[in-house]
């Protein structure tokens, strides 16, 4: 018994490590679309960058039949729960770094939650993180409007 229960120790302490999560729809096209604005021009072009504000804008801008990707590291978002008008996020995609605060991070912080992703808090700030954020956008599909052609993956960190 002790030693089933050593040998899934390891397990339980990596499991937080291993949780992927996935969001699709009107979630998935909020989360790219706030990432996407602050991506930089290395990651994401200047023309996807406005396909997406247009779609995250509830327009059908023409594109090719191709999807678009928006990926970041690390979205880290803090609210203060104590302090509440403090909010704060932090992207990392590849070695840039975008600092946001006020309403600029308080939106990608409410995408966080609506896209799923589990709080945390701790010293008077609730945190919404995730790391290897992946989603597919796909404008043609979009334009279609079935409710498919946006998903995300990440790990809620």
Excluded at 63 to 88: E, L, Q
Excluded at 128 to 153: F, H, M, R, W, Y
């Amino acid at each position: 018994m002790h030693r089933a229960i050593l040998l899934s120790l390891p397990l339980l302490l990596v499991s937080k490590l291993a949780f992927a999560a996935n969001t699709a729809g009107h979630s998935a096209l909020a989360l790219a679309g706030v990432v996407a604005g602050y991506s930089p021009a290395l990651a994401l072009s200047a023309l996807k960058k406005s396909v997406m504000a247009k779609l995250f804008n509830g327009h059908y801008p023409p594109y090719p039949a191709t999807t678009i990707s928006v990926k970041a590291d690390a979205v880290t978002c803090f609210a203060g729960n104590v302090s509440i008008n403090t909010f704060s996020c932090t992207l990392t995609i590849g070695t840039f770094t975008k600092t946001l605060a006020g309403r600029k991070a308080h939106e990608i912080y409410a995408t966080l939650i609506e896209a799923g992703v589990p709080g945390n808090g701790a010293a008077g700030k609730i945190y919404e993180a995730v790391t290897l954020l992946d989603c597919t956008i796909d404008p043609n599909e979009i334009k279609q409007n079935t409710g498919g052609g946006a998903s995300c993956s990440f790990t809620p960190n």
